[in-house]
């Protein structure tokens, strides 16, 4: 079955050791997103690729990161977590081109702690 | 800009009966998808349903419809039926067409009472 693919599904870090998170999707779709979501709150958007351009939301921190090599991978980088950045990460893909009907496909998450 | 409003927090419904979960939105876009997603304490976001903003009829899928008020900028799902796996988080999110980013809102809590 064609899918979003998130690994690991939980991560610990140490306070200040880079992590990376992973994406994966077999759809072929050209947006993928990556969305934090912090306990009993609603997913917030980080940033999102259109095939490869990237689109920084304006209030994501410096110490996340993002690269996607190819259609099919995306990787969420922090560089130096702290513990407010322990949270739910969600990967996500759509068709995009402009297509507002289309709805976001989901990966499980990563749940992210950071000690 | 794009703002979605749930102003319930927490939910409670018996078993079998029809609940309703409040959405409000506002957006500047000319056209917009609303959606509707289920989130289990496992984590995983579950799309349930769609509606554009310019579709006549409101949508329905399955047991799941969403009632579209268009001049009151209202998106409410209704769950007929209740079942206690439908205990979970919905969110309420909108996609504009100038932005084509899907935001949430704050999300409402539904537990299914046997």
């Known amino acids: 079955d064609a899918m979003v693919i998130q690994n690991p599904r939980y991560q610990v870090t140490q306070f200040g050791k880079p992590v990376t998170l992973s994406c994966s999707q077999t759809l072929n779709h050209n947006v993928m997103y990556w969305y934090q979501q912090k306990s009993s709150q609603a997913p917030k958007l980080l940033f999102h690729?259109?095939?490869?351009?990237?689109?920084n939301e304006a209030d994501t921190p410096d110490n996340f990161q993002s690269r996607r090599p190819n259609t099919s991978f995306c990787f969420l980088d922090i560089r130096s977590p702290g513990l407010g950045d322990a949270a739910m990460y969600l990967c996500?893909?759509?068709?995009?081109?402009?297509?507002?009907?289309?709805?976001?496909?989901f990966g499980n998450g990563t749940r992210l702690t950071v000690t | 800009a794009q703002k979605i409003t749930q102003t319930q927090p927490g939910m409670f419904v018996q078993e079998k009966e029809a609940v309703t979960l409040d959405c409000t939105y506002d957006?500047?876009?000319?056209?917009?998808?609303l959606f509707w997603y289920k989130q289990p304490s496992s984590g995983e976001m579950i799309f349930l349903i769609y509606q554009g903003s310019y579709d006549q009829q409101n949508a329905t899928e399955g047991r799941y419809s969403l009632n579209f008020q268009k001049a009151r900028k209202s998106a409410n799902l209704v769950i007929s039926a209740s079942q206690l796996g439908d205990s979970a988080m919905y969110f309420c999110a909108m996609v504009g067409s100038n932005t084509g980013k899907l935001i949430f809102g704050q999300g409402t809590t539904l537990q299914v009472k046997p």
């Open positions: 957006t500047s876009d000319p056209s917009y998808g």
């Open positions: 996500a893909t759509s068709r995009g081109g402009g297509l507002h009907n289309s709805p976001l496909h």
């Open positions: 690729y259109y095939d490869k351009d990237f689109n």
